[in-house]
C-alpha cells in the first residue's frame, strides 16, 4: 500500500486562525459541522472528503490532509482526493509530497493519469528552475 508521510507541517502562508480551530490550536473533525449522520448512505470516503473541503476552504490544511490521507491509505481512486491534496500540498511548498501524491494517483486514477503525469512532469520542471 503506497503512503505518504503524515501529518504537513505548518509553514508559511497557512492561516490556523480561521474557523475550526481553536485559538490558533490546529482544527480537529469535532469541529467540523456534523455529517457522517447522512441520511443517503454516504460513504466514509464522502465523508472524509466533505469534512476535509470544510477544513480546506477555512485554511485548516493540516486537518484536510488528515481526512484525505485516510482515505488514500484505504486504496482510494477518487480524483477529487488526490486533486485536493495535490493543492494543500501546492499551497504549503511541500513539493515531496506533492510528487508522491501524483504517483499514486497515476497508478490509481486511469481516467487521468495523463494529466497527473502532466502535472507532476511541471511541478518538477518548476522545482529545477527555481533554485
Known amino acids: 500500500m503506497d503512503k505518504i508521510e503524515r501529518p504537513i507541517?505548518?509553514?508559511p502562508g497557512i492561516n490556523k486562525s480561521g474557523p475550526g480551530h481553536a485559538q490558533g490550536s490546529p482544527g480537529t473533525a469535532q469541529n467540523c459541522p456534523d455529517i457522517t449522520q447522512n441520511s443517503h448512505g454516504m460513504s466514509?470516503?464522502?465523508?472524509?472528503?466533505?469534512?476535509?473541503?470544510?477544513?480546506?476552504?477555512?485554511?485548516?490544511?493540516?486537518?484536510?490532509?488528515?481526512?484525505?490521507?485516510?482515505?488514500?491509505?484505504?486504496?482510494?481512486?477518487?480524483?477529487?482526493?488526490?486533486?485536493?491534496l495535490v493543492n494543500i500540498y501546492s499551497k504549503s511548498d511541500n513539493y515531496q509530497k506533492l510528487i508522491k501524491t501524483l504517483d499514486i494517483a497515476v497508478?490509481?486514477?486511469?481516467?487521468?493519469?495523463?494529466?497527473?503525469?502532466?502535472?507532476?512532469?511541471?511541478?518538477?520542471l518548476e522545482q529545477i528552475f527555481k533554485d
Open 107 to 124: 497508478k490509481r486514477c486511469a481516467e487521468k493519469r495523463k494529466e497527473y503525469r502532466e502535472l507532476k512532469k511541471a511541478f518538477i
Open 44 to 84: 466514509l470516503s464522502e465523508t472524509n472528503y466533505n469534512k476535509a473541503s470544510f477544513f480546506y476552504h477555512n485554511n485548516s490544511f493540516i486537518s484536510a490532509e488528515k481526512l484525505l490521507l485516510e482515505n488514500i491509505e484505504k486504496g482510494t481512486d477518487d480524483e477529487k482526493i488526490f486533486d485536493m
Open 9 to 11: 507541517q505548518d509553514g
